[in-house]
């Protein structure tokens, strides 16, 4: 009898025989291509997908105005039109009355491009570390900081306006730190070798910034608000949530980094770890991302059905985890990955 694949390795029959060596290598982006309809066959399995919201073109344009009216980059405009926000809040935070909505549309904005505009190429991060500290902390932005601190600033004064001055210090703290991780990103992108799966892992849990979305959403009515103390079994699912989204973005897009030059992603992170060719790092990852899945979903049950928790808390923890799912599903439509398209490229 001929020895079986490994669990969830693709049949290399099936694939065009063409791209089979480039999938030994480190080769990433190639790799990515023939194997596309098998990674988003298995990333969708057992997931929902969601209508948008109705406000989500007003929000758009609202995001789009607001990113114009403070004077940021053509660049910074164009991105903005590209990630399409509005759709992304609008679907995982449907609930949410129309300034949280905008808040959270102007953080993922502002996440947007700290990635790609203002942590882009060479620049070091550690600049941004105190004048983001002090906007966020005074409501000023110094005269001679960077352009992301105008919108950080406006997003400070609408949490501000909605009651939510007691989450900046913790915001501020979420911030920071997603902004210490990206320095040890640029270290990694810049030579240094590669981070253990473990720590990889801890990275990946700041540096998709859900943690920072979910924060800003306790403006919504109905969950545990500004002032009050957030308890740590919703910490957790946050930061499981947050994890859960970076590790889909990285398996659905990370051809993207890859073909821009980024050394750093969790399928190099696993070919190194275990000293496995691409194709089947692809495999382990999604093993990983199912296992944690799994991990969230009993988490987030066993939150629910604990009748000595307080409602509010009981239904907080439905919201945290009602996000990865939405947010995948903002994955597959947003042009800013190129999902849409069921071919092998592009």
Not at 91 to 103: C, D, Q, T, Y
Not at 140 to 145: A, I, K, L, N
Not at 211 to 229: D, N
Not at 319 to 335: G, K, Q
């Amino acid at each position: 009898m001929p020895p079986q694949m490994p669990l969830l390795f693709p049949d290399l029959r099936t694939t065009d025989p063409k791209t089979t060596d480039s999938r030994t290598t480190d080769d990433i982006s190639g790799s990515f291509r023939p194997l596309k309809p098998w990674i988003l066959s298995h990333l969708g399995k057992g997931r929902e997908t969601y209508p948008a919201h109705p406000q989500t073109e007003q929000l758009e344009s609202a995001i789009l105005s607001w990113a114009a009216n403070l004077g940021l980059s053509k660049v910074h405009v164009e991105i903005a039109a590209q990630a399409t926000p509005g759709h992304l809040v609008g679907l995982f935070a449907p609930h949410a009355p129309w300034n949280v909505l905008l808040a959270l549309a102007k953080l993922q904005m502002i996440l947007f491009w700290l990635n790609t505009v203002d942590l882009g190429g060479d620049q070091p991060v550690g600049h941004l570390m105190e004048p983001v500290r002090e906007t966020l902390e005074t409501g000023h932005v110094p005269s001679d900081g960077p352009d992301i601190l105008r919108p950080l600033a406006s997003l400070r004064d609408d949490i501000v306006a909605a009651d939510g001055a007691a989450l900046i210090p913790g915001f501020t703290d979420l911030l920071l730190g997603f902004l210490h991780e990206y320095t040890a990103r640029q270290a990694w992108e810049n030579g240094e070798p590669l981070p253990s799966l473990d720590r990889y892992l801890r990275h990946r849990t700041r540096t998709a910034g859900i943690v920072l979305g979910m924060w800003v959403q306790r403006l919504q009515p109905g969950l545990v608000g500004p002032g009050k103390a957030l308890p740590e079994p919703l910490l957790h699912l946050m930061k499981q949530g947050s994890l859960l989204v970076g590790l889909d973005n990285d398996l659905h897009s990370c051809h993207v980094g890859a073909e821009s030059g980024e050394r750093l992603s969790l399928i190099g992170v696993i070919c190194q770890e275990y000293g496995i060719p691409v194709d089947m790092a692809f495999s382990c990852s999604l093993t990983l991302n199912a296992a944690m899945r799994y991990e969230n979903a009993n988490a987030a049950a066993s939150i629910c059905s604990d009748a000595s928790l307080p409602e509010e808390v009981r239904r907080h923890a439905q919201a945290i985890f009602y996000w990865v799912d939405p947010v995948y599903t903002w994955s597959l439509e947003t042009p800013r990955y190129g999902l849409q398209s069921t071919e092998s490229g592009h």
